[in-house]
Protein backbone atom coordinates (compact mmCIF):
# COMPACT_ATOMS: atom_id res chain seq x y z
CA UNK A 1 0.00 0.00 0.00
CA UNK A 2 1.39 3.70 -0.89
CA UNK A 3 2.58 6.09 1.73
CA UNK A 4 0.28 8.76 2.52
CA UNK A 5 1.11 12.56 4.58
CA UNK A 6 -1.49 13.56 6.32
CA UNK A 7 -2.97 17.12 5.38
CA UNK A 8 -4.01 20.18 6.77
CA UNK A 9 -6.50 22.23 6.25
CA UNK A 10 -5.29 25.75 4.86
CA UNK A 11 -5.82 28.99 7.32
CA UNK A 12 -8.90 30.63 5.95
CA UNK A 13 -7.60 34.27 4.73
CA UNK A 14 -9.43 36.66 6.72
CA UNK A 15 -10.81 38.67 4.35
CA UNK A 16 -13.24 36.00 3.89
CA UNK A 17 -15.02 37.24 6.99
CA UNK A 18 -15.82 40.24 5.75
CA UNK A 19 -17.22 39.99 1.74
CA UNK A 20 -20.37 41.85 0.31
CA UNK A 21 -23.28 39.66 1.20
CA UNK A 22 -21.86 36.33 2.23
CA UNK A 23 -22.16 36.49 6.07
CA UNK A 24 -19.01 36.01 8.42
CA UNK A 25 -21.57 32.99 10.04
CA UNK A 26 -21.93 31.50 6.59
CA UNK A 27 -18.27 31.08 6.25
CA UNK A 28 -17.23 30.25 9.38
CA UNK A 29 -20.06 26.93 9.31
CA UNK A 30 -18.44 26.46 5.23
CA UNK A 31 -15.03 26.43 6.46
CA UNK A 32 -15.43 24.20 8.89
CA UNK A 33 -17.30 21.74 6.40
CA UNK A 34 -13.73 22.12 4.33
CA UNK A 35 -12.11 21.16 7.42
CA UNK A 36 -14.74 18.16 7.93
CA UNK A 37 -13.22 16.71 4.09
CA UNK A 38 -9.81 17.09 5.42
CA UNK A 39 -10.28 15.14 8.25
CA UNK A 40 -12.15 12.51 6.44
CA UNK A 41 -9.45 12.39 3.87
CA UNK A 42 -6.81 11.63 6.31
CA UNK A 43 -9.21 9.48 8.33
CA UNK A 44 -9.47 7.16 4.91
CA UNK A 45 -6.14 7.26 3.78
CA UNK A 46 -4.88 5.77 7.19
CA UNK A 47 -7.55 2.63 7.40
CA UNK A 48 -6.87 1.78 3.64
CA UNK A 49 -3.75 0.08 4.38
CA UNK A 50 -5.53 -2.08 6.60
CA UNK A 51 -8.41 -3.16 4.62
CA UNK A 52 -8.29 -6.82 2.65
CA UNK A 53 -7.49 -6.48 -0.89
CA UNK A 54 -8.73 -9.73 -1.59
CA UNK A 55 -12.10 -9.22 -0.49
CA UNK A 56 -12.56 -6.15 -3.06
CA UNK A 57 -16.34 -6.47 -4.46
CA UNK A 58 -18.25 -4.00 -6.89
CA UNK A 59 -21.72 -4.97 -5.06
CA UNK A 60 -20.15 -3.66 -1.55
CA UNK A 61 -16.72 -4.17 0.06
CA UNK A 62 -14.95 -1.95 2.57
CA UNK A 63 -11.91 -1.68 0.13
CA UNK A 64 -15.00 0.08 -2.37
CA UNK A 65 -16.59 2.30 0.41
CA UNK A 66 -13.52 3.91 1.02
CA UNK A 67 -12.23 4.22 -2.38
CA UNK A 68 -15.80 5.93 -3.62
CA UNK A 69 -15.67 8.13 -0.16
CA UNK A 70 -12.12 9.07 -0.95
CA UNK A 71 -13.07 10.97 -4.11
CA UNK A 72 -16.06 12.77 -2.33
CA UNK A 73 -13.19 13.92 0.47
CA UNK A 74 -10.79 15.05 -2.03
CA UNK A 75 -13.18 16.75 -4.44
CA UNK A 76 -14.81 18.46 -1.65
CA UNK A 77 -11.05 19.71 -0.47
CA UNK A 78 -10.01 20.62 -3.92
CA UNK A 79 -13.24 22.39 -4.62
CA UNK A 80 -13.19 24.15 -1.24
CA UNK A 81 -9.85 25.26 -1.66
CA UNK A 82 -10.33 27.27 -4.70
CA UNK A 83 -13.86 28.35 -3.77
CA UNK A 84 -12.33 30.57 -0.48
CA UNK A 85 -9.06 31.36 -1.91
CA UNK A 86 -10.60 33.46 -5.03
CA UNK A 87 -12.90 34.95 -2.75
CA UNK A 88 -12.28 38.32 -1.07
CA UNK A 89 -11.78 40.33 -4.25
CA UNK A 90 -13.52 43.36 -5.69
CA UNK A 91 -15.72 41.29 -8.49
CA UNK A 92 -16.46 43.08 -11.86
CA UNK A 93 -14.82 42.10 -15.02
CA UNK A 94 -12.31 39.91 -15.64
CA UNK A 95 -9.31 41.44 -16.53
CA UNK A 96 -5.53 40.42 -17.86
CA UNK A 97 -5.11 37.29 -18.85
CA UNK A 98 -8.77 35.31 -17.71
CA UNK A 99 -10.15 38.43 -19.12
CA UNK A 100 -9.18 37.25 -22.48
CA UNK A 101 -9.60 33.79 -21.99
CA UNK A 102 -13.13 34.24 -21.49
CA UNK A 103 -13.98 37.25 -24.18
CA UNK A 104 -12.29 34.76 -26.14
CA UNK A 105 -13.91 31.43 -25.55
CA UNK A 106 -17.33 33.04 -24.60
CA UNK A 107 -17.56 36.12 -26.73
CA UNK A 108 -17.64 38.32 -23.76
CA UNK A 109 -17.80 38.63 -19.68
CA UNK A 110 -21.36 39.22 -19.65
CA UNK A 111 -21.66 35.78 -21.90
CA UNK A 112 -19.96 33.96 -19.79
CA UNK A 113 -21.41 35.24 -16.36
CA UNK A 114 -24.34 34.47 -18.15
CA UNK A 115 -23.81 31.02 -18.93
CA UNK A 116 -21.93 30.13 -15.32
CA UNK A 117 -24.96 31.76 -13.78
CA UNK A 118 -27.07 29.26 -15.80
CA UNK A 119 -24.78 26.25 -14.99
CA UNK A 120 -25.23 27.29 -11.33
CA UNK A 121 -28.73 26.98 -11.40
CA UNK A 122 -28.83 23.99 -13.36
CA UNK A 123 -25.83 22.21 -10.83
CA UNK A 124 -27.11 20.92 -7.29
CA UNK A 125 -23.45 21.34 -5.88
CA UNK A 126 -21.14 22.68 -8.39
CA UNK A 127 -20.60 25.09 -11.26
CA UNK A 128 -16.73 25.37 -12.12
CA UNK A 129 -14.97 27.50 -15.12
CA UNK A 130 -12.30 25.32 -16.08
CA UNK A 131 -9.44 25.09 -19.38
CA UNK A 132 -9.53 22.16 -21.09
CA UNK A 133 -6.02 21.46 -22.28
CA UNK A 134 -7.46 19.06 -25.15
CA UNK A 135 -9.69 21.75 -26.59
CA UNK A 136 -7.64 24.10 -25.55
CA UNK A 137 -10.43 26.29 -24.42
CA UNK A 138 -12.44 27.19 -20.92
CA UNK A 139 -15.98 25.52 -20.44
CA UNK A 140 -17.99 26.53 -17.78
CA UNK A 141 -18.64 22.54 -16.16
CA UNK A 142 -21.20 21.74 -13.90
CA UNK A 143 -21.07 19.26 -10.76
CA UNK A 144 -24.00 18.22 -8.83
CA UNK A 145 -21.58 16.65 -6.02
CA UNK A 146 -18.22 17.03 -4.62
CA UNK A 147 -16.67 14.08 -6.73
CA UNK A 148 -19.34 14.42 -9.56
CA UNK A 149 -18.55 15.27 -12.66
CA UNK A 150 -14.62 15.46 -13.37
CA UNK A 151 -13.61 16.09 -16.50
CA UNK A 152 -9.90 14.92 -17.39
CA UNK A 153 -7.43 17.21 -18.13
CA UNK A 154 -9.18 20.25 -17.06
CA UNK A 155 -7.96 22.80 -14.87
CA UNK A 156 -10.36 24.51 -12.28
CA UNK A 157 -10.04 28.67 -12.17
CA UNK A 158 -13.24 29.76 -10.80
CA UNK A 159 -15.23 27.20 -8.62
CA UNK A 160 -19.23 28.63 -7.88
CA UNK A 161 -20.23 26.22 -4.81
CA UNK A 162 -23.89 26.30 -4.99
CA UNK A 163 -24.77 23.80 -2.36
CA UNK A 164 -27.52 25.09 0.06
CA UNK A 165 -24.87 25.14 2.32
CA UNK A 166 -22.84 28.21 0.71
CA UNK A 167 -25.46 30.58 0.80
CA UNK A 168 -29.51 29.17 2.87
CA UNK A 169 -28.34 31.45 5.60
CA UNK A 170 -28.02 34.75 3.81
CA UNK A 171 -30.38 34.47 0.80
CA UNK A 172 -32.42 31.36 2.25
CA UNK A 173 -33.96 29.43 -1.17
CA UNK A 174 -32.65 32.50 -3.26
CA UNK A 175 -29.67 30.98 -5.23
CA UNK A 176 -29.51 33.43 -7.53
CA UNK A 177 -29.26 36.31 -5.44
CA UNK A 178 -26.65 34.80 -3.50
CA UNK A 179 -24.70 33.84 -7.20
CA UNK A 180 -24.78 37.79 -7.64
CA UNK A 181 -23.28 37.73 -4.08
CA UNK A 182 -20.76 35.47 -5.22
CA UNK A 183 -19.47 37.00 -8.55
CA UNK A 184 -19.26 40.67 -6.96
CA UNK A 185 -16.60 38.98 -3.96
CA UNK A 186 -14.47 37.59 -6.60
CA UNK A 187 -10.60 38.36 -6.79
CA UNK A 188 -9.44 38.26 -10.61
CA UNK A 189 -5.92 38.69 -9.24
CA UNK A 190 -6.09 35.18 -7.71
CA UNK A 191 -7.44 33.49 -10.83
CA UNK A 192 -4.88 35.48 -13.28
CA UNK A 193 -2.37 34.02 -10.62
CA UNK A 194 -3.10 30.17 -11.39
CA UNK A 195 -3.85 31.10 -15.11
CA UNK A 196 -0.07 32.07 -14.81
CA UNK A 197 1.08 29.53 -12.34
CA UNK A 198 -0.63 26.65 -14.58
CA UNK A 199 1.30 28.01 -17.77
CA UNK A 200 -2.64 28.38 -19.76
CA UNK A 201 -1.81 29.66 -23.18
CA UNK A 202 -3.19 32.74 -23.98
CA UNK A 203 -3.39 33.91 -27.45
FE1 LIG B 1 -19.28 24.10 0.19
Given at each position: MTNFVEIRPRELKPALLELDGISRT?????????QGYVTKRNEILGRLPDVDLGAANQVYSEFR?????????????KNHEIYFEHLGG?????DAAIGA??????????????????????ARGWAWTAYDWDEARLFNYVGDAQNTF???NATPLVALDVYEHAYFLDYQT?????????????????VNHWVGAYRVPVD
Open positions: TIEAHYRLYALKVDLTFAVGGIEGGDPLIERDFGSADAWRADLRATGMAPVWDRSAYIEAFLKNLDWGV
